[in-house]
């Protein structure tokens, strides 16, 4: 029996194992390829990726109040006949007098200025029924606002100034025009469909008592 030769036998080891290095590093390269275009999907959004999770998103304070529609093709109401209360519902100290300056400087008739026993995060705007157009050319003043319904006997407006609020909209880009009917913001309720809020009425103080008998 021949013996095997040993260089043969060398050389067969090496090619064997040149050729198992051959495929190792083929199948690297190609998982490379794999993970390198479904990196390059995922960053361009072709895919989206598996680890990707929703972000939650905490619902805004504004959106618990009740929104009021205006009434249908309402139009704006000229500044000067908008009579508003401007309340300080946030810890921000002289907030509601800035603000009353500022729509007062705008032409609005701000008859009273005062600080609200509860905070708010965000501007609340409430009035009765006969206010509402009032009220949203007051909010059309404002980043964001909810302008909610109340049974207030007079359509006078109040305007509540959360801690949330920064700044007014621009005079010259605040979206009103004279002829343009108001748009109703989306979500809001057909002011039939609410229930307003009940606005106590003030307790006379002594001199404005009726006499007795």
Do not use: W
């Not at 960053?43 to 249908?72: H, L, M, N, Q, W």
């Not at 508003?84 to 603000?99: C, H, K, P, Q, Y």
């Amino acid at each position: 029996m021949t013996s095997p030769d040993p260089q043969r036998a060398r050389a067969l080891r090496r090619r064997h194992e040149h050729e198992r290095q051959a495929v190792v590093f083929g199948v690297i390269i190609a998982l490379l390829a794999v993970v390198g275009v479904g990196a390059l999907a995922v960053y361009t959004g072709a895919i989206k990726s598996p680890f990707e999770r929703e972000f939650y998103t905490a619902p805004s304070a504004i959106d618990s109040a009740v929104v009021v529609c205006p009434p249908e093709d309402a139009l704006p109401v000229p500044y000067p006949d908008v009579k508003v209360e401007v309340v300080n519902a946030s810890d921000r100290l002289g907030l509601a007098g800035i603000v009353g300056d500022v729509l007062a400087d705008r032409g609005f008739d701000v008859v009273d200025v005062s600080n609200a026993s509860q905070s708010l995060d965000y501007v609340e705007i409430s009035t009765n029924v006969e206010g509402l157009a009032a009220a949203y050319t007051l909010a059309a003043q404002f980043e964001e606002s909810a302008v909610v319904l109340d049974d207030r006997a007079e359509p006078t407006v109040s305007v509540a100034i959360g801690g949330d609020f920064e700044e007014f909209v621009p005079e010259d880009v605040v979206p009103l025009e004279a002829k343009t009917p108001l748009v109703a913001p989306a979500g809001c309720h057909p002011a039939d469909a609410i229930t307003p809020r009940h606005v106590p009425t003030p307790t006379p103080t002594a001199s404005e008592a009726p006499a007795a008998g």
